[in-house]
């Protein structure tokens, strides 16, 4: 079961949640620090990403791992605070710069592609004091931090996603509360900072297009994730309809602006204006774009990159009682199948991530597809032989190699997430996505591989699975 020759096999991670270093050469708080200092549980354990793996002083160790698995991509962020204390290029911390250089040209030494996202989930506080991405002048201050990054570090990088999972961060940071700012504004908060997260991502990708495309060569896109959703009653009309609704709401919401025609989905612009008006507002909850805008949106990404851990499914629940909230707006409750496994949030549906990509194929006309992250976590204490969890990234493997060969979709690049044990946002460091082990009890954050790394660096050697379909 050979992948495409020149396949990228990668392993992912995120500033925030690896690098450690929080205040050190110079670094200004991101909006992690604020809120992960500030307590109340709202972290697993009060627990914070202050030292984390302490990648900020251990690139090295990394850099180990990586070779180890021989990946022929690997996928990391830069910490917008850390080059740009304030958000601003009013000071440019040249020591921020010195790092993410060296991890860069350390990578290429090794025959290693960088794909570097700009933003993942991060924001400089300054911004967030400012508003954040509730408020429109974060567009223009998300483009000139990525002009900075292309022209600082683009002569080599020739991958980026501009912002990682926005209808993530929507919902988590500005519906839910969830994240930070931990403030929750149900049914306005996730349309209004999805607004910005659109306009902001297309304007830098027609900077990277119009300022930096001819002389670099790059790719830019920016990284949806996607739960694959299936109607609970596959007999029933209403949780057909409500299961494909719900994709219109969670994934087509961010992709069909920017791959299609600048716009939001038809059925997510009339659920949400009629709630809206059943609940009394004079206006839709959903912001509108500008034809201007929509043009401007409008085919602003050169690959699909798209994140899948789970599926779940999906029964069509009436909002009779007009609650506010996303789900409310698209009458849909979601669950997993009993007879799934789990570990936490992540219920193992290796078959969901086929169907997934053969929804993107045949939605976005066929485009070039990377899976920016996928991955297993294990409860802590995590087993170093961790052939349970192999088994699900074989049978992904499986499922990818299916959706490849027979279903003729253009997947180019696979992403594990996550190269190391990190800081996993609201449940800290009790959850471990590591293809190595980390010992956060240990000054010296030790990296071990678990089986699973043993195994995916076979997989990486052979390009592909040895066993048969």
């Not at 992690?32 to 200092?37: E, N």
């Not at 990277?208 to 994730?225: A, E, H, I, P, T």
């Not at 009779?320 to 669950?335: P, S, T």
Request: glycine share 8%.
């Amino acid at each position: 079961m050979a992948f495409p020759v020149g396949f990228g096999w990668a392993a992912a991670t995120a500033a925030y949640q690896v690098e450690g270093g929080w205040d050190a050469d110079g670094k200004g708080p991101c909006v992690w620090d604020t809120f992960t200092h500030q307590g109340g549980e709202r972290v697993f354990k009060n627990q914070t990403g202050d030292v984390a793996c302490g990648s900020y002083t251990l690139w090295e160790e990394d850099l180990k791992c990586i070779k180890q698995l021989g990946l022929t991509h690997y996928r990391f962020s830069l910490s917008w605070s850390r080059l740009l204390p304030d958000g601003t290029t009013g000071f440019i911390n040249q020591k921020g710069i010195d790092y993410y250089n060296k991890i860069i040209d350390d990578l290429l030494k090794n025959g290693v592609t960088p794909i570097v996202t700009l933003y993942h989930f991060d924001l400089p506080q300054a911004l967030e004091d400012q508003g954040g991405w509730l408020s429109e002048s974060i567009i223009e201050s998300f483009d000139k931090y990525a002009q900075f990054c292309f022209s600082t570090f683009g002569d080599r990088v020739k991958q980026w996603i501009t912002i990682n999972e926005a209808n993530v961060l929507s919902m988590m940071a500005y519906e839910l509360g969830m994240f930070p700012p931990g403030i929750p504004h149900f049914g306005t908060g996730g349309y209004q900072a999805a607004h910005n997260l659109i306009k902001a991502h297309a304007r830098s990708w027609h900077s990277y297009d119009s300022l930096f495309r001819k002389q670099q060569k790059g790719m830019v896109s920016l990284s949806l994730f996607a739960v694959w959703l299936e109607p609970a009653d596959p007999n029933s009309v209403s949780d057909q309809e409500a299961a494909k609704r719900a994709i219109k709401f969670h994934l087509d919401f961010f992709a069909k602006p920017i791959f299609i025609d600048g716009d939001y989905p038809e059925v997510v612009k009339s659920q949400i204006a009629s709630m809206s008006q059943k609940q009394g507002y004079p206006s839709s909850r959903l912001p509108e774009f500008t034809e201007e805008e929509k043009k401007m949106i409008k085919g602003t990404a050169d690959f699909f990159a798209v994140q899948y851990y789970t599926t779940r499914l999906i029964k069509y629940q009436e909002n009779k009682k007009g609650e506010l909230g996303i789900l409310q707006d698209a009458e849909i409750e979601f669950f997993p199948d009993p007879s799934w496994k789990n570990v936490d949030w992540i219920y193992v549906v290796p078959w969901g991530v086929r169907k997934l990509l053969k929804y993107i194929k045949d939605t976005y006309n066929n485009p070039v597809i990377y899976i920016t992250e996928n991955g297993f976590p294990q409860s802590d204490p995590a087993p170093l032989d961790d052939t349970q969890r192999w088994e699900h990234f074989r049978q992904t493997f499986q499922e990818l190699f299916k959706a490849i060969q027979l279903d003729k979709v253009n997947l180019q690049v696979y992403c594990a997430w996550s190269l190391l044990d990190n800081f996993e946002w609201n449940q800290g460091y009790s959850s471990r996505f590591g293809l190595f082990h980390v010992d956060f009890e240990d000054p010296a954050r030790p990296r071990v591989p678990y089986t699973s790394a043993k195994e995916y660096a076979k997989i990486i050697r052979n390009n592909g699975l040895e066993a048969h379909l």
